[in-house]
């Protein structure tokens, strides 16, 4: 019988097979097509991106074929790549991902950096709090990079807060993560050194004229109601009620909402305000400690 794992003879080389990938892709419009071409490739051979990219001349297995033509069947009908892959590296850890969840972005990686930069000079006994949790990625990764920090997710969707959990086990997080269902941070108990959210920030009427990929991504990720900024607003108002004296809020916001939170963060209540930029230079992080 003949093994499918085996190539056959003919097998066409890897290389062959991501420079036909490509002009597909790029045909199709969709964006950064060697980009997605080589992750599928690599995924179908089992293999890293890397290594695929330092030997063209591999042959592909019938298996990795079929695999590989999934995927472009996929990433044609506009499904994000991670989707299609199952994971996505935050920071360098490999979270998972599926339909129930946001696929986290660059921009959050940075979120979590300015998190980390603010818990830094802490020691002993820290907390933070990942409001809007989806995949766990910004919690998940805190919790990694500080092992004395406690960690509490707080997600409105079940399917996206069993999907942190699942993370949480597979990076052996678990221990170290409280995971909340909820919709609001009122009722919410104890006090953190940090509330850090990622919220949905998008204005429901712009939703609908997003690409298909993002499309792909849960509703209730993406909509931030009217103005965008509902959840943003929500914790700006109820956050000093649940952090520790000096303790800091930190968000993600979308373009052009900064400084309308910003002027939202009454003195009286607010120190330290401050915008951070991107590094595509949008004004995307709003942080303000309490008095
Ligand atoms: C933009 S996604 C961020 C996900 C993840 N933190 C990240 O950065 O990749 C926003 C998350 O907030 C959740 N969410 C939406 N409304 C919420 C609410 N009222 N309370 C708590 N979580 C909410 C969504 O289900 C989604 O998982």
Redesign the pocket.
Known sequence: MRNERVPGKGARSSGLLLRAAVRRLDTRGVEEPELNAQWLLADALGTERLALLTDLSVPVPAAALRRFENGLVLKESGLPLAYILGWQNFRGLKIKVDAR?????PE?EE?AGLAADYLKPFSGDISAL?????????GLWLAHRFPVLKVTA????AR?LACARENAAALGLAGRINFIR???LAGMRGKFNLIV?????IPTRVINGLSPEVLSE?R???DGGGDGLG?AR?LIALSPGRLKKGGAMLL?VGGGQAKNLLARMSAKTWTGKKLFKDLNGVERFVFGMTK
């Open positions: 969840v946001l696929v986290p972005r959050t979120l990942d409001y809007g949790a989806g995949s766990g990625a910004i707080v997600e409105k969707s996206a909820a919709e609001t959210s990622n919220p949905p920030y849960p209730m990720a993406l959840i929500m993600e």
